[in-house]
């Protein structure tokens, strides 16, 4: 435990990045097992306690803090685990601080009915460092800026092994990953992970940039908005990966129920929606899968709502054979073979667009305003499937935003971080310029794309100019000018202007253009597709 | 529990109405008694100032010398008018540092000022003073603040610096009292090379070897290059940690010297690296053992985090009050 608390410590106060995988590293390397595999665990989010909770951690505190001194300290310091730590009386008990193997078990052992009286054994061996990190991985949620990625990262650094081999085993093994030590550090062989349901790292694209391609080398497609997934099924088991590597099976019953072929595909996870555009359509906005995302368990008033299907990408295994090594043309034509024997409903094919040349290519990306598209992509069609980002094979091209200078109307209070801030915004075009009689009605609304100074400095705003009030509305004194971006505006019945925009976000403050010199609705509807 | 009438709280500092004199008052007045030299306590402009020879030393550096100065010497009592005398007793918190006794018709009230009981090679110790009332201090007023020896503390900072031969630690350390008892403990510890510091904090240091507190080596970091200060400790004001000046430095390692950096968050937010957790205060442990020691009628609360401290004594049947003065908030100490 005592290894683990100090690394633990550094990692808090480290903040670079290299030096925060070099310290994982060298704990790695250096702490025996099982311990190692226990600390990855924790300081990834492996590990879950269902006994001890907060709640169970405060109650143990009282009884022996007072309980006003407890919540003043709590106040002050910010975080129970934290407060905890330093207050808990009485120097280590002289029996020797438990290892961190010796903790998870106990941890793991402990019931609601034991945690007040085990827990507080456990405390008592050890330091307030000790007691620190004990707490923090009995409650999970470190919050010490160690993501999944970087654990591996380190993981990879440590023993001298692929990332891309690490990735691919993480997901099967469970804690403590004996067997990855196993073949990670001694050498011993690699852990069979061909017949089980593993999360693959997916192929990314870096940023056009102004690069000039051979158009007859690149295959293109759409770049869809939704989230990439990875979709598995092996050994009777099927899960669904998100590209940061998440365990996202459980959220989407309907796609994963529906999918027995013994394959590993690549896609884009969307939401059916009423909004058609593009070749292919059905697919509505992002904000419609946002209502799917980070759900454990699925209302079946959602999935009928919200019902999600999946685009496909990509084939990386079929059946026993691996893919990925062959080309992006190769892999193209064995995956339109395997969307044939899938559900219709619940998986289609990203379909390729045919373009001349670039001009002709920049045409269509333009006038592309679907609102669940985002770009192009470019992707050689020698390309093999490689995990990571790799110049030269894969490129994204996402569409310019569209912008439009409009006057703040009316502001809201946010919720959450932005909470008792007005940072909800609807602001408005000219209906004519002002000078021949024309008004100012609202066109959008939005709740982004501003930085922390720019919150306060809109908030404050707001507060100094607001001339009247409708509920929690605000209406603001229409002098202040706003570059929104869009990616694009429609006929819509929400707003008096008759338009609405996909993904407002507000992109400046113009603090130095007058509202006289706004944008005129009729420049917006020149803009509607 | 209005306390007695010679003496009255207000937002401004202690205030006594009878003899017209304020105790750190937070503006200028025409007869004040200083507790010490920082600078929310210790105002300059004041008409007449009392205060010890140290007090007034560091005052004078600071704001320029007051219209007129009375040293007063420790333990001494001085007759203030209306029946109220003075008396100076050492409070363990920097160079110069006093507790006021103030005395009236056979009632004592003690002021402590800042302090602490912790032994500090740059100043005398704490003297416990009995009293009907105390006025105590409460920057670190929570359980949660139990400051470490100062000895474990250095031992992490000379660890760090043999483990990083190429880099340079940077200590962000209050200019007045912090720095000087980090350079003074260092030698005490053994610690023979030259410590070097930001120009800010060259003339304290100064005025501390003038008043006989060795110091040993010390360099300006003005004109040295990268190679010279590799593997060298650096003091600053904490102001300078985030500053400019620091880029010149050989990839320091930053440190604070500070009591908030028992709380991880208030490190981290402040982006250090190496939390030291040393203060000049006294930590909760200090502060209630102190109140049990002297076992006063009255304790008022004043200077941090008043709620727990007042809580405290309330749970141990002890009259406890906070008093609401303004401007003793000292985030960097």
Redesign the interface.
């Known amino acids: 435990m005592k290894a683990f608390s100090a690394l633990l410590t550094s990692l808090i106060y480290t903040r670079s990045r290299n030096d925060k995988i070099d310290l994982l590293a060298r704990y790695l390397h250096d702490t025996p097992d099982p311990d190692r595999g226990w600390a990855l665990a924790a300081l990834t989010g492996g590990l879950d306690f269902p006994a001890v909770k907060s709640a169970a951690i405060r109650k143990m505190v009282e009884e022996r803090v007072d309980p006003v001194l407890f919540a003043l300290s709590r106040d002050y310091v910010g975080d129970t685990a934290e407060t905890a730590s330093l207050l808990w009386p009485g120097a280590p008990a002289p029996e020797p601080p438990p290892s961190l193997s010796e903790a998870v078990t106990a941890l793991g052992a402990m019931t609601r009915a034991s945690v007040g009286q085990d827990l507080a054994a456990l405390l008592d061996r050890l330091d307030e460092n000790g007691r620190f990190a004990l707490l923090k991985m009995a409650t999970g949620g470190m919050r010490i800026g160690i993501s999944a990625r970087l654990a591996k990262l380190a993981f990879a650094q440590a023993f001298g092994v692929d990332i891309g081999e690490v990735e691919e085993m993480w997901h099967v093994l469970t804690p403590p990953y004996a067997a990855l030590f196993d073949w990670a550090a001694r050498n011993e062989a690699k852990p069979d992970t061909n017949a089980l349901p593993v999360y693959r790292p997916f192929m990314l694209a870096v940023p056009l940039e102004g690069r000039m391609l051979t158009l007859a080398d690149f295959a293109v497609e759409w770049k869809w908005d939704g989230i990439r997934v990875q979709i598995v099924h092996a050994a009777g088991e099927t899960r669904l990966y998100s590209r940061g590597g998440d365990d996202i099976t459980d959220g989407f019953p309907e796609i994963t129920g529906d999918f027995h072929y013994p394959a590993v595909l690549d896609g884009e996870l969307l939401v059916r929606g009423s909004h058609q555009g593009g070749a292919e359509g059905g697919a509505a906005s992002f904000n419609a899968l946002q209502q799917r995302l980070g759900r454990k368990t699925v209302p079946a008033r959602m999935l009928e709502d919200y019902p999600a299907f999946v685009r496909l990408y990509d084939v990386l295994v079929d059946g026993d054979e691996d893919m990925r090594p062959l080309p992006w043309a190769a892999r193209r034509l064995r995956l339109e073979q395997v969307v044939e024997r899938l559900p219709a409903d619940r998986f289609d094919l990203s379909a390729l667009i045919e373009a001349e040349d670039f001009d002709g290519l920049a045409l269509l990306r333009d006038s592309a305003r679907d609102a669940a598209i985002e770009g192009l992509m470019l992707k050689r069609r020698d390309s093999p499937y490689v995990g990571g980002r790799r110049t030269g094979l894969w490129y994204k091209w996402k569409r310019d935003p569209l912008t439009a200078d409009c006057v703040l109307m009316y502001a809201q209070r946010g919720s959450g971080k932005r909470s008792s801030f007005y940072s909800d915004y609807t602001f408005g075009c000219w209906t004519a310029p002002p000078e021949e009689g024309g008004e100012i009605v609202p066109v959008g609304k939005a709740y982004s794309g501003f930085t922390d100074e720019e919150l306060r400095w809109l908030d404050s705003f707001v507060r100094k100019n607001t001339v009247g009030r409708f509920g929690p509305v605000r209406e603001v004194a229409k002098t202040l000018v706003l570059e929104v971006a869009f990616d694009s505006i429609h006929a819509s019945k929400r707003h008096k202007s008759g338009l609405a925009m996909r993904f407002p976000r507000i992109a400046r403050i113009r603090r130095d253009k007058p509202a006289s010199e706004a944008t005129q609705l009729s420049e917006m509807l020149a803009l509607v597709i | 529990m209005a306390g007695p009438s010679w003496i009255t709280p207000l937002a401004d500092g202690l205030y006594l109405p009878g003899c017209d004199v304020w105790i750190d008052p937070a503006h200028a007045v025409g007869r004040a008694l200083v507790t010490h030299g920082h600078a929310d306590h210790a105002r300059g402009g004041h008409g007449e100032l009392f205060a010890t020879r140290e007090t007034a030393a560091i005052m004078a550096l600071r704001y320029g010398a007051p219209a007129t100065v009375h040293e007063v010497a420790l333990r001494e009592p001085i007759a203030l008018g209306d029946g109220v005398s003075a008396t100076f007793f050492p409070a363990g918190h920097v160079l110069g540092s006093a507790q006021i006794l103030l005395e009236r018709g056979g009632e004592r009230i003690v002021v402590t000022g800042d302090y602490k009981r912790r032994h500090d090679p740059t100043c005398l110790p704490f003297e416990p003073v009995a009293c009907d009332i105390l006025i105590t201090e409460a920057t670190f007023g ?3 603040f ?1 400051h470490p020896p100062i000895e474990d503390e250095l031992a992490r900072l000379l660890d760090a610096r043999a483990r990083h031969p190429d880099r340079c630690v940077l200590v962000g350390a209050y200019a007045l009292g912090k720095a000087q008892r980090l350079i003074a403990e260092l030698r005490r510890g053994g610690y023979d090379r030259p410590v070097f510091l930001h120009g800010a904090l060259t003339r304290m240091c100064e005025l501390y070897a003038a008043f006989g507190v060795d110091l040993g080596m010390l360099e300006n970091v003005e004109g040295k290059s990268k190679a010279d200060l590799a593997s060298q400790i650096i003091l600053c004001p904490p102001s300078a940690l985030k500053d400019r000046w620091s880029r010149r430095m050989p990839d320091p390692i930053t440190a604070m010297a500070s009591g908030w950096m ?4 208030r ?2 937010q402040r ?5 030291l957790v040393i203060s000049d205060h006294a930590d909760w442990k200090e502060l209630t053992g102190t109140i049990t020691e002297l076992a006063p009628a009255e304790i008022w609360v004043t200077h941090g ?1 008043e ?2 401290l007042v ?2 004594c309330r ?1 141990r049947q002890l009259r406890a009050r906070a008093l609401d003065l303004v401007g003793y908030e000292d985030e960097d100490d």
């Open positions: 929570l359980p949660v139990v028992r709380v991880r968050q490190a981290v982006n250090v690296e190496l939390p985090r709620d727990a809580h405290w749970t």
